[in-house]
C-alpha cells in the first residue's frame, strides 16, 4: 500500500495551492481519508478529513479557506487551500483510516512541504 502526497511548494501570502494523494495498493473510496499537518517543534494536526460517505470536518483555523475532496476514479483525494497564511506552513501528509471490527488500519504518506512566505 502506498500513499503518494504531492503538491507541496513555496508560495507567497494569499496565494493557493492544491495537494494530492494518490493511493495504491487499496481502494480509496471504502477508507475515511484525512490531510494532517506538522510544523517544525509542533505536534501533528488534523486539517480536514472526509469519510467514505463524503462528509467534510476542518480544524478552525483552515476553515473557509481550504476544501477536501476525493476523486474515486483516480483514486485520490486533494486538498485545496487557498488565502494561505505564513502559520499553514508546514508538511502535510495524507492519511487513510478504517476500521473494520474493533481493528484499526491506518496508512500514511510520505509527506509534502508547504512553505509560505513572501
Known amino acids: 500500500v502506498q500513499l503518494q502526497a504531492s503538491g507541496g511548494g513555496l508560495v507567497q501570502p494569499g496565494g493557493s495551492l492544491r495537494l494530492s494523494c494518490v493511493a495504491s495498493?487499496?481502494?480509496?473510496?471504502?477508507?475515511?481519508m484525512g490531510w494532517y499537518r506538522q510544523a517544525p517543534g509542533k505536534q501533528r494536526e488534523l486539517v480536514a478529513a472526509i469519510t467514505s460517505g463524503g462528509s467534510t470536518d476542518y480544524a478552525d483555523s483552515v476553515t473557509g479557506r481550504f476544501t477536501i475532496a476525493r476523486d474515486n476514479a483516480k483514486n485520490a483525494v486533494y486538498l485545496q487551500m487557498n488565502s494561505l497564511k505564513p502559520e499553514d506552513t508546514a508538511v502535510y501528509y495524507c492519511n487513510a483510516h478504517r476500521r473494520i471490527g474493533k481493528i484499526d488500519y491506518e496508512y500514511w504518506g510520505q509527506g509534502t512541504q508547504v512553505t509560505v512566505s513572501s
Open positions: 495498493g487499496i481502494i480509496l473510496s471504502i477508507w475515511d
